[in-house]
């Protein structure tokens, strides 16, 4: 498992980037949601059958959303 903490410019935890990434890769067809005490870091639940055109759709998708953010 690897996990990704989304902080803000002055490395606080940021909640409002963290949302803006779930919703944006729901907008494009990937779920995944938010866990952590300020709900800062995505959680992906991907299913057993995980093949790399999944894993590929979603780098897809999480790049769009960055490259939307930024």
């Not at 779920?31 to 639940?45: E, H, M, V």
């Not at 299913?47 to 780098?59: G, H, K």
């Amino acid at each position: 498992m690897i996990g990704v903490e989304i902080v803000g410019v002055d490395r606080n935890p940021d909640p409002v980037e963290t949302a803006s990434i779930v919703n944006g890769l729901r907008n494009r067809g990937v779920l995944i949601n938010s866990c952590g005490s300020a709900q800062k870091r995505p959680k992906i639940r991907p299913p057993l059958i995980f093949t790399q055109e999944n894993a590929d759709m979603l780098l897809d998708a999480f790049q769009a959303v960055m490259d939307e953010s930024a």
